[in-house]
């Protein structure tokens, strides 16, 4: 094998424009601007690639020693100096003392490199980002912090489960119910709950998970804000919404101990005793009262049914026969509406909480009634006989374009056009 060459992107960068340079293509002038050096430089460069090859272009000091390396003498002095005397020390202050003290002046981050090849220091932890302790808001139902938390809410040897949790910044006040998982629809029912009993918040406060904000446009809860007129603040780290991650440890100590007292095993049974008892128990001794008086909820009057702004919303196109189709399900539109319809046209599927299916054109309800789907009809599959396929190419051969353009071809002749 031949030699190999180490280039650098720099080098390699150089190569291609010098090679333009040589085969008259590219100006010296014009390589000098692109490889950002002097015309006379240029000249020097250009010198060294002709006479040498790819060789010179390489930078000579490569895998020599530094000129400015200290001698392996001193470097065994300091070592050993630093096992007597500076063990333990961190090698910025023993570089600046043997500076003061000894006359031996070294380089911090060099006596570093040092020790930690002698395995004589190791790395020290980063300490923790400070972070500065945030005022509760002052009002109630101005901001609202909400998270899950996934725990064996019902013993150790019981699937996990998620408890969506809802804590008001600024008296510690708490919604919760419990599901499966962190899911969107545990989510929209818990802030029904919660805008029902006490009106809709000015903002809520959450992570980066997808059923909460979205990367790709508006989800389900993002949709609900925007119709509520509720900001939505996102949290980038655990530590920005302390206030329900510390409320998720006194659920998880004594919302446990209650559901095994109570012999409570299972989800639904669990979301009816925390509505009827717990949620109010665990708000009276806990819950604090608010700096300020004035409660920052909005009426949810204001905003009409509840129904169609806590539901999944998505778009169907009306068929020529004036029916949709949603999750392998048919309806069939009233020929009487409200607004006029025709085929092609959008409309709004919406899904409540409860499952109940309604077809909305802008703000008119439309009428319809489901129909059983369309019966598909399935032709008989034809049976593959490679035999007969066979039998029927040898008995129509002659209809072929071979034998209609050149009938010589059934006597095994070839006739080519320019013979």
Known sequence: MGECLIMSVKELKRKSILEGVVGGRLSLQDAGSRLGVSYRQAKRIKRRFVNEGD????????????????????????????????MGYGPTFVSEYLEENRGIKINAETLRLWLLEANLWVRQRKRKRYRQRRERRECFGE?????????????????????????????????????????????LSTFRMWVERYGVPKAVYVDLKNIYVSPKGFNAFERVCYLLNVKIIKAYSP???????????????????????????????????????????????????????????CPVKAYGDLDQIFCWEYERRINNDFTIAFNNEFYQLAKEQAVKLRPKQKITVHIGLDSVVSLWQAESKLS???????VKIVLPKKEFDSFQCSKNSRTNRHRSPWSQFNPLWLKGKRVYANS
């Open 368 to 374: 319809y009634k489901k129909i059983a789907p369309p």
């Open 143 to 187: 901001l609202l912090q909400i998270d899950g938390s996934d725990h064996p809410w019902f013993g150790e040897d019981k699937p996990r489960s998620c408890l969506l949790n809802m804590v008001d910044d600024a008296t510690g006040r708490t919604m919760s119910q419990l599901d499966s998982g962190e899911t969107c629809k545990v989510l």
């Open 55 to 86: 060789v010179g272009l390489v930078n000579r000091s490569r895998g020599r020693a530094s000129s400015h390396k200290y001698p392996l003498v001193f470097k065994d002095q300091v070592l050993a100096l630093y096992r007597s005397e500076y």
């Open 239 to 297: 530590q920005a919404k302390g206030r329900v991650e510390r409320n998720h440890g006194v659920y998880q100590d004594r919302f446990v101990k209650e559901l095994k007292l109570k012999n409570i095993t299972t989800i639904e049974e669990a979301n009816a005793f925390l509505i009827a008892s717990y949620l109010d128990k665990i708000n009276k001794k806990f819950a604090k009262e608010p700096k300020s008086k004035v409660d920052a909820h």
